[in-house]
């Protein structure tokens, strides 16, 4: 590349990423969702295109501009978010290289959302019944021709971190967890700083200084391009 020009060590390569929560629907007006501002995930959305890569940024409902450079599809629903990122990954002409779910997808939907406002009445409070979300980043760790090479997770935890993040990495079959300690207190929820640590299949837990989020996506960037190219520095 020329002289001050930026590296593109991902040139070439596909990425697709969630960022931000679901949102599943009880009635028309109200919802169930986790607490995500999405700020990481579109941060890595960015870090990746900014290397390079044709990147793809699979979002549930956040407030966040588009990052520059990235194929941005909007999504609500956990099943919508599956869906997309099917899609986005497993296309004609073969798999996308890499998959990174940051997005804080809600375990949970309503078994049956109600077609009308629910109203208040004399009965109390209505009982939700709940039925279990797909999990897509187990969905795409599936082993086989249509799996990325390379599929990353993020684990937030708020107590045990790492061994929960372990937990993670082998049941869900992806490559690495970036585990990230959201405890009342760390300030990681909606703000610009995370301390993670990222474990890898049979290496030790890497512990990374507390940084700005977008420093974390820079960082997990330029190792996801040093794991494709070796020889890059
Ligand atoms: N994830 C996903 N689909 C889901 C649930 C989680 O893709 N239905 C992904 C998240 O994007 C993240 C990783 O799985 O990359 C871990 O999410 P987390 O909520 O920490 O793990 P869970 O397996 O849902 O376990 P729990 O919430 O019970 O700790
Ligand atoms: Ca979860």
């Given amino acids: 590349f020329?002289?001050?020009?930026?590296?593109?060590?991902?040139a070439g390569r596909r990425a697709v990423v969630?960022?931000?929560?679901?949102?599943?629907p009880i009635d028309p007006v109200r919802y169930i969702a986790n607490r995500s501002s999405g700020k990481q995930?579109?941060?890595?959305?960015?870090?990746?295109?900014?290397?390079?890569?044709?990147?793809?940024?699979?979002?549930?409902?956040?407030t966040l501009a588009d990052p520059p450079g990235v194929r941005v599809v909007?999504?609500?629903?956990?099943?919508?978010?599956?869906?997309?990122?099917?899609?986005a990954v497993q296309t004609p002409a073969g798999p996308a290289d890499i998959a990174v779910c940051a997005a804080a997808v809600a375990d949970?939907?309503?078994?049956?959302a109600a077609g009308d406002k629910v109203k208040k009445g004399p009965d109390g409070p209505p009982t939700l019944a709940l039925a279990e979300n797909p999990d897509i980043l187990a969905t795409l760790s599936q082993p086989g021709p249509r799996r990325p090479r390379l599929v990353v997770g993020f684990a937030a935890e708020t107590r045990d971190v790492l061994t929960y993040a372990a937990a993670k990495l082998a049941k869900?079959?992806?490559?690495?967890?970036?585990?990230n300690d959201v405890a009342t207190g760390t300030g990681t929820f909606?703000?610009?700083d995370n301390q993670v640590h990222l474990l890898r299949r049979d290496a030790a837990p890497e512990a990374w200084p507390r940084l700005s989020?977008?420093?974390?996506?820079?960082?997990?960037?330029?190792?996801?391009?040093?794991?494709?190219?070796?020889?890059?520095?």
Avoid: N
Wanted: include cysteine.
């Fill in 18 to 24: 969630t960022s931000g929560p679901t949102h599943e």
């Fill in 74 to 87: 909007r999504v609500e629903t956990a099943a919508e978010m599956l869906a997309a990122s099917l899609a």
């Fill in 41 to 62: 995930g579109h941060a890595v959305a960015a870090a990746l295109a900014a290397l390079g890569a044709d990147v793809t940024l699979i979002s549930g409902p956040v």
């Fill in 172 to 179: 869900k079959g992806c490559d690495w967890i970036v585990a």
């Fill in 2 to 10: 020329a002289e001050g020009a930026a590296p593109k060590p991902l």
């Fill in 108 to 112: 949970w939907r309503v078994a049956t």
């Fill in 213 to 233: 989020k977008t420093a974390v996506a820079q960082r997990l960037a330029q190792a996801i391009a040093d794991t494709f190219d070796p020889s890059a520095t």
């Fill in 190 to 192: 909606g703000g610009d």
